[in-house]
């Protein structure tokens, strides 16, 4: 299975330059996907980091993340993304701990992982010693609990409301309605053994009360509905014949007629007014130059 990440080029010798240079403080390195991780020391990791910064060149810590595995003796990992940027290579490293021992801090490495440890922290609950600011970072103040543990319910344990009477926001334990915690994710086609809403409504069924809903039509029963239930297509509007235009029987004498070009279609004359036709039967009438116009005088006194 190939990786849906950017492809990265493998770093040769990097196996032997690890052993080297971490000897015990590495427990593991795994090559999966293209991609290197290692599992290291939790006591050792800080100087571990030192090292991979300094004499393997991964200057930029990317991320870190929690992860957690509730039937481990040590629950949880964290997880360390590295970056060579002269390198191009990236660097997975992995430490394992528990809910009460701390991961020694990488603040001094690089102070970008303040904030890092911190998440990891709201979120898991792992301890960092060294942290100069070891906070909850994305949950509310007074939350209880980790929100990303396996053991944390999905509802939380307190919900928070603005309360129009105190006018303000208040705090409350998570109380779900009945119907929410007891669904049996029966599907009403197999039929429930109790009546659904809607079930008294359903006359005319034939079904008893509480047996569900009827069961629904196969795909060409309802294709076969739909077609009853269709209304035949409209007829075209034709006028093959001059009996079809509707304009009456005179109209339809003359469309009868053949015209001298053979065509049997006339065109229609516009009718004229008299006024019209007395015009253009009178004689044309030479019209008469037009005079020359006179200057205007100018306005406001002699020029």
């Known amino acids: 299975m190939s990786s849906p ?26 090559q999966a996907v293209g991609e290197d991780s290692i599992t290291v020391r939790r006591d050792a990791v800080d100087g571990v980091m030192v090292t991979l910064r300094d004499a393997l060149e991964y200057q930029q ?7 957690d595995y509730p039937d481990r003796p ?7 993304h590295l970056l060579s940027v002269t390198r191009n290579h990236r660097l997975r490293v992995r430490v394992t701990t528990d809910e009460v021992t701390p991961v020694p801090t990488v603040v001094p490495v690089w102070p970008v992982a303040g904030w890092l440890e911190r998440e990891v922290f709201d979120m898991y609950g792992v301890l960092f010693s060294g942290n100069p600011d070891l906070r909850r970072i994305l949950t509310d103040y007074g939350f209880q609990g980790h929100p990303q543990r396996k053991d944390f ?3 939380g344990y307190i919900e928070l409301r603005y309360s129009e009477e105190d006018k303000r926001v208040v705090y409350e334990p998570v109380r779900l309605a009945q119907d929410f915690r007891n669904f049996d994710f029966m599907s009403p086609w197999e039929g429930a053994d109790y009546i659904l809403p809607g079930d008294e409504k359903a006359g005319g069924t034939g079904e008893a009360p509480g047996k569900g809903a009827p069961t629904p039509m196969t795909a060409d029963q309802v294709k076969k509905a739909d077609e009853a239930k269709a209304a035949p297509p409209p007829t075209p509007k034709t006028t093959d014949k001059p009996a079809q235009t509707g304009a009456g029987s005179k109209a339809n004498d003359a ?49």
Do not use: Q
């Open 5 to 30: 990440a950017p492809l990265i080029a493998p770093r040769e010798g990097l196996a032997e330059a690890l052993k080297k240079l971490l000897g015990k403080d590495l427990l593991a390195h795994v």
């Open 61 to 67: 810590l990317m991320e870190i993340a929690g992860v």
């Open 74 to 80: 040590e629950r949880f990992e964290v997880v360390y």
């Open 153 to 155: 319910p999905l509802t």
């Open 255 to 303: 469309a009868a007629k053949t015209s001298e070009d053979g065509a049997k279609a006339k065109p229609a004359s516009k009718a004229k007014t008299p006024a019209t036709a007395k015009a253009e039967k009178a004689p044309a009438k030479a019209k008469a130059p037009a005079k020359p116009r006179a200057p205007r005088k100018p306005k406001g006194g002699d020029a």
